[in-house]
């Protein structure tokens, strides 16, 4: 095995980056100023001034006024696009959108507003997430005159939990491209991540009868628990059993009035796995496939409990807790 050499420079730069980051506020909404907009010459902006360097010595010791003239026109030229340059980002208003819960190992996309309160539009705007992973994943665009755009950039969570927004980045080169104008922002929300859901989970465990039921408990093929019956004309399509008809061309009902003995609870310690993130990823797609059947679930975790329910709210109440566990 090859050793990893160590580079100092790369160390000292990512350390100087935390400690720099560390001091910058934590906002959802920051405007621009001269206090948190930098600016430095890219690398043709570098060229231009050793052209311009060039070209001065050879106009002095040749004494050539064309040669003064060009020299001091690219220098009036390069002078103005640094100063337009640094007001495209100056002033601008960026507002981050809450964002929204994801799943583990799927990309988080984050919206940011842009808003523009001046009477000329502003040009070539990109914005990234400042990280080593994501900083070539730049998303631009133009904002109008006294109006707002919106701008989505994306980063991949891998582990469940409630993660920080990472720093974003915003930066311009407009108009010639020889300054690079940009800013740091450490927004202040966090998102949300739910357990990666297990790709093939087994079927549903059955029903737990209900205090004081003496039905004895009986799960049926396709996962769900006692309480089917023949379609009957006038049956809502939510008590239909979708699955078992499309294995048998059947139509089967839930009988409510046998269901009601049962109550379907989602055990962590009946996750069927030894290790505690393989039975949150079963449990999650448990709590997605109860989700879709229709079927009120409830959820048992170490120390928490949550009733049984069915419905968008009580789905995302579940993630929420398997996402803390």
Known sequence: MVAAVFNPFGYARQRFRQWWQARLPLVDTMTLTQRNVYILPTRPGFMLMLTLLVLLVASINYQLNL????????AGSAVVGMHVCHATLRGLTLILTPPEAQFAGASATLSIVLANERKSARHGIGLAVLDATHEDHWAWTD?????SCTVQVAFKPERRGLHPVPPLTAETRFPLGTFRVWTVWRPASQVLVYPRPEPYPPPLPPGEPRAGGAAAMRAQNS???????????GDPLKLVVWKKAAKSDELVSRDTMQSQRYELWLDYQQAGHADREPRLSRLAAWVLQADKLGQDYGLRLPGHE????????????????????
């Open 67 to 74: 040669g003064y003239l060009l020299t001091f026109l690219l």
């Open 306 to 325: 949550i009733a049984p329910g069915s419905g968008e709210a009580h789905k995302r109440r579940c993630l929420e807790a398997l996402a803390v566990c």
């Open 223 to 233: 996962g769900e628990f006692e309480g089917v019956r023949a379609y009957r004309r």
């Open 143 to 147: 904002v109008p005159a006294q109006g």
